[in-house]
């Protein structure tokens, strides 16, 4: 009776299809995720210090964020544990994904939750996603790093004549090997850059070494110029996990006229926080369609009072026609909480009142039951269906047959009789201790 009325308000012909698309949308998600999530979700809700948490983990969400407790498969295989944020707010709860493994992890728990959430408020880890940052936003940047570098080379050095049986000669080019200290001056940062995907990397490459080394065959002196190369993760202190030494923290401080003084740093945080507000935008953009409460204290809360229903809508809701239904739907409300009222009189009455509805819900689309007789006996939408009007066995017999879906064995068959006046028997036994 609650149901159908609430699906005939939101839909299309009810208050209008932007409403009815959002409450399928929270059909779908409540069956995805179950009832005693989406119960959960609002008792935790009123608890301010989930709520804190819930917000905190909200400004989280995105990547570089970092997790090293339980996976889903209770192996962390990740070597850096940073990853990224997915963020659902209703039921709320977040999901973790690795950068450099298959793992991941469903946060539903409150605790764990907050223990996320402590682990990134944490300075040494504040720390790690700020070099992370700075290294995204110095992608293909030219930045002023001077190194100086121990290098093995291959050198030109001398020749060597062979003559043949036949008197041909030939010279051969020689080579030595030789160490040389290289110079390295100006670097290109490559990174993930301004990415919404998981996943990190970073590398420094130069292209403009200078050097010199003795020749040991020839002698003299050999020049090197233009030299390439790509550091080392360690020579440049470059690890997944960004944690802090002296080597990155001088990088970054080289770099500093390039992501401060060029204003990359500021761009990149804006580029994040409008992403993550983007997100919060287009949830509330549907919270203000039909509130994902609506669920819980209207449509799945058929004990409620009147009084409760319209304080909700007119409270919670922000869409101006759900918060009208009370005065666009105020006949339907009436003939609603009458006929609830009726229908919880007694036990068996109300099994007698449930049982239709289902049966109508079930089969209402059959090619027997769309003729108008058999619609104007068991439509709980029309004021002559039997939903309202208990009868004997025999009576109903009677009926049925009448509107020619009384069979032994199909349409409404012996089975279904039996399991009626049974039901309606069983109703009224005293509960089980």
Known sequence: VWHAFWNHVLSDDGVGAEVRERFEELVAITREQGWYKVVHHYHHARIPEVVQERLKCIALEGVDVKWDGRMHDGENDSASHFGKLYVEHYPFHAVFVADDSDDYVFFHDPGEISRFVNQNEHPDVKHAQLLRKILRCLNHAYVQYPIVRTETHKIPDGTKEHTDTEGNTTTEQLYSEVTVQMTYTNGTLVSSGLSLARGFS?????????????????????VFQNMKCTLPDHEWGYSPSCGSNPWIERFVECARPVWEGQGKMKECFQFYEDNRQKVCAEWDRKERILASSFWVYAFANDGTSRQDLEHYLATYERNEKVKAIPATFSKQLDLLFIRIEYARRDKRLLFWVVFWHSFWSANGSMRQLKKQFARNLLDPGQSTSIVWTPMPRDKLEERLKFAGIRRKNTLFSDKMMDALYKGMDKAMEPAEA
């Open 202 to 222: 970073a590398s420094l490459s130069f292209s403009d070494g200078y050097g010199q080394a003795e020749r040991p065959r020839t002698g003299g002196t050999h």
